[in-house]
């Protein structure tokens, strides 16, 4: 998962996630009125290692593997706030969002401009067609790639051509994100 799909994972969530895998594997045991049989079905596991997984008994408990903590960890990623989720999307897709990124930008222009790329702090309020079109490659399951021409795109009418008042022509490259955050509402 890229810097740009984190980034809008942490933006539609209102609480964190579980960190702990104990948290995790109680937290999927709520949403399913506490069956482990559930639980194993969704992780591909037998009930029996959910059972040992999540036992009291000393001497008896089990920690998964690495492939189930991160079986695990997806599985709470797909179910953990589903309403404030979509709640969230839709005032995003509807209002729009403020992107604050730090990444490298460098731009395409008529011949006498700077075209050398450079590292820049920038905080930009983007409309919600930006938002729709986001999520909608991300639903698409579009890569990192797509999602940074598309925000290269909106950050360069947005900041870069002033909404269309100047600078005409400049075409925005947008490479090495190193964090990208989005503040919805």
Not at 32 to 37: A, K, M, P, V
Not at 44 to 63: D, L
Not at 96 to 108: I, K, L, P, S
């Amino acid at each position: 998962m890229g810097q740009i799909e984190q980034g809008l994972e942490r933006a539609l969530r209102t609480r964190p996630i579980p960190s702990s895998t104990e948290a995790r594997l109680r937290f999927l045991l709520a949403r399913n009125r506490g069956s482990t049989r559930k639980v194993a079905t969704m992780l591909g596991v037998s009930q029996r290692t959910v059972q040992r997984w999540v036992t009291k008994k000393p001497g008896a408990r089990r920690p998964p593997g690495p492939l189930q903590v991160r079986a695990i960890e997806e599985a709470v990623l797909a179910r953990w706030q589903p309403r404030v989720r979509a709640r969230r999307r839709a005032q995003a897709e509807a209002e729009g969002f403020v992107f604050h990124t730090r990444a490298r930008f460098g731009f395409a222009a008529p011949a006498g401009s700077s075209d050398d790329p450079r590292v820049r702090w920038i905080t930009q309020d983007l409309p919600g067609e930006v938002a729709r079109e986001l999520f909608a490659a991300r639903d698409a399951d579009a890569g990192e790639q797509q999602q940074t021409v598309i925000l290269a795109r909106a950050l360069g009418h947005a900041y870069f051509r002033e909404w269309g008042r100047r600078a005409h022509g400049l075409h925005v490259a947008f490479s090495d994100v190193e964090f990208a955050d989005f503040s919805i509402g």
